[in-house]
């Protein structure tokens, strides 16, 4: 298992320098990201989600500050930390090694230039220059998320409808062969059925060119269906990490398990929901302790006092909670794996 | 990917509408109005202005010859091809009719010269003079705008934005005599009077290199002008521009493309952050024709501006309107060139012309 | 049956941009009971949040009729009017967008108590402002009336539209997205408020969303209305429609969402359109608008005339499928060129 070690992420914590004091975007986030894996960041609005994925290929914005902790990544038995890479080196990483979609990139073509030229043009930047080489292989990754690819690469921007977009994207997003893809809300912004076609799609490319995926999102039905690992954030830290099954149906977190009862699900009949009582936090002054505890309906005088650490519960899963046995108690026949 | 059958929604529409329709042939039409009726209101307006030029003339010969009324109106009646008992409608026919014509007519003052021949000999340096001035001031505010918007809040964008808010809030005429009384009287770097006119007068105009560095040195300081006055406009233009080019998405993914900054400047900001620019630009080459009248005559310069002026204090109803048709179908063009450019240069705009 | 308390008579809308007509609504048939729970969804564009529009008098139909109460809203005149409008409220879709930056909480929400003559003074004003903020749940109200909106997150100022929308004591509300932009954490405590107010205040909710799930939880004791580029396709009683839909169209859009579930998301049955992309509402197909992604074409019936809303068999539905209401069931339309 360890030589399919894609990315590494170690201890990692980002602060915004805003006019108020220091935004804790990102704390001490570690995961580990293995070849052909899909994993999703699920967790509310604001938990930092946007923050790590973007230090990966150094696109913070300016106000941002990478604390501590590394992200090495590895490719043919080389391994490096990003966060150490050179502009030029960096140039070179971005795209080639990992390539980030993001947030609601209805937007993410030049407008005046025709799509192949996009593509001519990303090949360019990566040494890439046989013309005729790269139109091949557009054609090809165009004709695998299911488009007219002639069509679609003659084509400027502005003729093609959103989910059409998206897709051309995401058939440029592999058009170097990365290793990491990250997609931030891939489908937010799209129709349903629109978004099933882009699902689809993505689940045949992955099969294919076995990349890895880090998928960000805060549809729980989602992550259900596209990963393989999924890790909770809450309040810029990662607060659990285990394989889909195990998150969906041995959740150990109040706040993953919080996340769970909210959501409706369409093939049962009446739902019984309960929101997350209160609102997320303040980052610049966050609680003490667990930053969960004020919102949590297991916590303790030990949760405000004490932060817990994340730590391995059993096999792969892992949590920062000091009590998952209540929470291991409460999901009790609330639902189970149907197998 | 199939087609979908295409079911036009709209009624069936008389000829006419097709006419309407068609783009092309619609801003024809409301630019051929517009002209009209500019021409129209201007018309109207040269004679509602005090005096005649008749009158003009004959308060200068009472003055300088000490001629009787009498006298004077008679040579001055009998030089000028003027009736001034001629009804406002009549004479307006009358243009109208010349102009269907294509004649602008001959001029008032100065018996038996075309207008369109005054114009033809004065325009050339105006072109050459303002329009040089354009094409620097907008490169340079293209050029400076752009650095303001990358370096956006730095030093160097804040010395660079308060420059151009300072360039583009003193009128150029400002400028311009600031640069004769600084420049030329009190430092004495050049001497004001031998750069009056467009070219030295004791040099014959040709291909000989004395002759282009006289047009030039003579053109020089109106150019200054023109660009110091205009340029501050362009930078904070362009660096609006291209400040909300930068947060657009396609210039963020480019980054993570890993495209080289040069290929980003260019084709993915410099490109887009333009667009706008180049519509303004063709608007303001309207208004090169017209050149600046203050500035014209600040520094002497026979332009078309200096003669336009030369004309209204003269009440030289045919030039003043031969002149102003002139500007204001250059203005009128150049705002259909804009929208033509426009759709040259951005694909978007292009389509949904075409249907 | 009651008489409806407001009542779309084959209501048309359509609108002009330059030359060309954009048919957003066509013939839309529907009633809505008192204290009913109902929903409108449907994909983007499909004319949900125009419908809203007309049902509170911000749209007038270009053709069709609107009763209130069962009065002809175009020949209510004076006070009637009046009357109409503060009983039918509409919450607008961006939370950001309907309140005024400039303005504090307080002013905002007192200045329509004013302008309806509701309260004289300032300090009755006051009293009801705050009345009102606690009902949504915005309490201690002390933190929030002199807020400016940009000081509250996306949750509290989604109550506070809710809040604004009651000021009038409104017989109907029009939520239009309400929840779309607020966390899924928060998202089922304002809906939970929404189903008390109709017990508490007596308002009937119309619900416009474009999550069906979301709907199913909302209105699961009421009625869903699906619709699909400007026409209702399905209605009826909102187990039935999640649960066991007829129409081709609900069926692909509930075989298209995600459950929250990986083995159930992943062992979904799922249908495959014909084709993905959305007709233009210009150029719209001939015959059942559904047909060109219908997998269940039928040539020269589906194309040919729009089918229209009628009662299906012995359900309770009511839905516009040619095939269906002929009594021909559902057959798969054999796709030639697959590959
Ligand atoms: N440029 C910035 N300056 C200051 N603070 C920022 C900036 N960008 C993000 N933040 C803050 O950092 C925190 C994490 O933001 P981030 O965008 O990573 O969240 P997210 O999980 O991606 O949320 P969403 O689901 O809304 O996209 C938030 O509290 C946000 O307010
Ligand atoms: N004022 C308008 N002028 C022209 N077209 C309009 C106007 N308002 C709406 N439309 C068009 O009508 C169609 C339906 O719009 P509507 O806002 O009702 O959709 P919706 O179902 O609410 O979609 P969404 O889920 O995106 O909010 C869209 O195609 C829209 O572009
Ligand atoms: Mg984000
Ligand atoms: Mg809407």
């Known amino acids: 298992m360890e030589d399919n070690l894609v990315l590494s992420v170690q201890d990692v914590s980002i602060i915004y320098q805003v006019a108020r004091g220091n935004v804790k975007a990102t704390n001490n986030v570690s995961f580990d990201l293995y070849k052909g894996e899909a994993l999703a960041l699920i967790g509310e609005s604001g938990s930092g989600k946007t923050t790590v994925s973007l230090s990966f290929i150094k696109m913070l914005p300016s106000a941002a500050k990478v604390t501590t902790g590394k992200a090495l990544y590895t490719r043919e038995g080389k391994t490096v930390n990003i966060f150490e890479l050179n502009e030029e080196r960096m140039r070179a990483f971005r795209w080639q090694d990992c390539a980030m979609v993001f947030q609601g990139a209805q937007n993410a073509f030049n407008p005046v230039l025709k799509i192949k030229e996009q593509f001519f043009d990303t090949a360019k930047a990566h040494g890439w220059r046989k013309r005729k080489e790269v139109y091949d292989r557009a054609l090809e990754l165009l004709k695998l998320v299911r488009l007219d690819p002639e069509r679609v690469l003659e084509s400027y921007p502005h003729e093609l409808s959103g989910g059409m977009k998206q897709r051309t994207l995401l058939a440029l997003g592999v058009l170097l062969d990365p290793q990491v893809v990250i997609l931030d809300e891939p489908t937010t912004a799209l129709d349903i059925l629109t978004q099933r076609a882009i699902i689809d799609v993505l689940k045949e490319m992955q099969g294919r060119l076995g990349f890895s995926i880090i998928f960000i999102s805060h549809d729980l039905a989602l992550a259900a269906e596209m990963a393989s690992q999924v890790a909770t954030m809450y309040a810029g830290e990662m607060v659990e990490l285990g394989t889909v099954d195990e998150i969906f149906y041995e959740s150990l977190h109040p706040y993953t398990l919080g996340l769970l009862q909210s959501v409706p699900r369409l093939e049962r009949g009446q739902d019984e929901l309960t929101s997350i009582k209160g609102n997320p936090p303040d980052l610049i002054d966050p609680p003490s302790g667990c930053k969960f505890h004020p919102r949590c309906d297991f916590a303790e005088a030990k949760c405000a006092e004490k932060k817990p650490e994340f730590a391995t519960y059993e096999k792969e899963h892992k949590v920062a909670c000091w009590f998952p046995e209540k929470v291991i108690e409460a999901r009790q026949g609330l639902w189970e794996k149907a197998s | 990917m199939q087609a979908l059958p295409a079911k036009s929604q709209t009624q069936p529409f008389s000829f006419l509408e097709k006419i309407w329709r068609n783009y092309t042939l619609r801003t024809v039409i409301q630019s051929i109005f517009t002209v009209w009726a500019v021409i129209t209101f201007i018309f109207f307006l040269v004679r509602l202005m005090p005096g005649n030029p008749i009158e003009i003339y004959v308060n200068y010969l009472i003055n300088s010859e000490n001629l009787t009324y009498e006298q004077a109106y008679n040579r001055a009646a009998s030089q000028f091809q003027f009736d001034p008992s001629a009804s406002w409608l009549e004479q307006y026919f009358g243009y109208i009719g010349q102009l269907l014509r294509g004649n602008l007519g001959e001029s008032i003052t100065s018996t038996g010269t075309k207008v369109i021949d005054q114009i033809m000999r004065f325009l050339p340096w105006t072109v050459f003079c303002v329009g040089l001035a354009l094409l620097l001031s907008f490169v340079l505010g293209m050029l400076f705008g752009m650095i303001a918007a990358y370096y956006r809040n730095s030093w160097i964008d804040n010395l660079i934005s308060i420059i151009a808010a300072i360039l583009g809030a003193v009128p150029d005429y400002i400028w311009g005599l600031m640069i004769i009384i600084i420049c030329g009287v009190q430092l004495k770097w050049f001497n004001v009077g031998d750069l009056r006119g467009t070219f030295d007068p004791s040099l014959q105009p040709g291909f000989t290199f004395a002759f282009i560095f006289s047009v030039i040195q003579h053109a020089l300081l109106p150019i200054l002008t023109y660009v110091m006055g205009t340029v501050g406009f362009w930078i904070l233009a362009m660096r609006g521009s291209t400040t909300s080019t930068l947060g657009e998405d396609y210039v963020n993914i480019a980054r993570a493309r890993g495209l080289s900054q040069g290929r980003i400047i260019t084709a993915y900001v410099g490109r887009n952050a333009s667009l706008p620019l180049f519509t303004l630009l063709a608007i303001n080459i309207g208004f090169v024709i017209g050149g600046s009248i203050i500035v014209e005559e600040l520094f002497v310069y026979k332009g078309l501006g200096s003669f336009l002026f030369w004309s209204i204090t003269q009440r030289d109803y045919t030039t003043m309107q031969g002149i102003l048709l002139m500007i204001t179908i250059a203005v009128v063009f150049s705002n259909m060139l804009a929208d033509l450019l426009y759709s040259r240069l951005d694909p978007r705009v292009r389509i949904s012309g075409d249907s | 049956m009651e008489e409806p308390i407001l009542e779309f008579k084959k209501i048309s809308r359509s609108f002009k941009k330059g030359r060309t007509v954009i048919p957003v609504l066509q013939d839309i048939d529907l009633q809505v009971q008192p204290l009913e729970y109902l929903c409108l969804v449907g994909e983007s564009g499909c004319g949900k949040t125009t419908s809203g529009k007309i049902l509170t008098g911000l749209l007038r139909p270009s053709s069709g009729q609107l009763f209130f109460e069962g009065r002809d809203v175009s020949t209510l005149k004076g006070a009637d009017y009046t009357h109409y409008r503060r009983s039918v409220q509409i919450i607008h ?127 699961w004791k009421g009625r869903i209305a699906v619709m699909y580029l400007g026409r209702i396709v399905e209605i009826g009683p909102t187990p039935e429609i999640t649960l066991s839909p007829e129409h081709p169209y609900t069926k692909s859009l509930l075989s298209a969402i995600p459950e929250p579930d990986p083995d159930k998301t992943r062992t979904k049955e799922q249908i495959r359109l014909r084709s993905e992309d959305i007709p233009r509402l210009t150029e719209l197909p001939a015959g059942c608008s559904f047909h060109p992604r219908c997998p269940w074409f039928v040539p020269g019936l589906c194309d040919k005339s729009v089918p229209s809303l009628e009662p299906f068999a012995a359900s309770e539905l009511r839905l516009a499928c040619t095939p269906l209401s002929q009594g021909k069931g559902l057959n798969l339309f054999e796709t030639r060129n697959l590959a």
């Open chain 3, 93 to 219: 879709q961006d939370p950001y967008a309907s309140l005024n930056p400039t303005h504090t909480i307080y002013n905002s929400m007192s200045f329509p108590l004013f302008r309806h003559k509701l309260v004289k003074t300032r300090e009755q004003a006051r009293a009801r402002v705050a009345e009102l903020l606690e009902v949504v749940g915005l309490t201690p109200v002390r933190d929030v009336i002199d807020k400016y909106p940009h000081q509250l997150s996306g949750g509290q100022r989604q109550r506070v539209s809710i809040a604004r929308a009651l000021t009038t004591q409104p017989k109907v509300i029009v939520a239009d997205e309400s929840v779309s932009m607020v966390d899924v954490s928060i998202r089922i405590s304002i809906l939970n408020m929404l189903m008390a107010m109709r017990e508490t205040l007596g308002v009937t909710f119309v619900f416009i969303t474009h999550d069906l799930a979301l709907a199913k939880y909302f209105a």
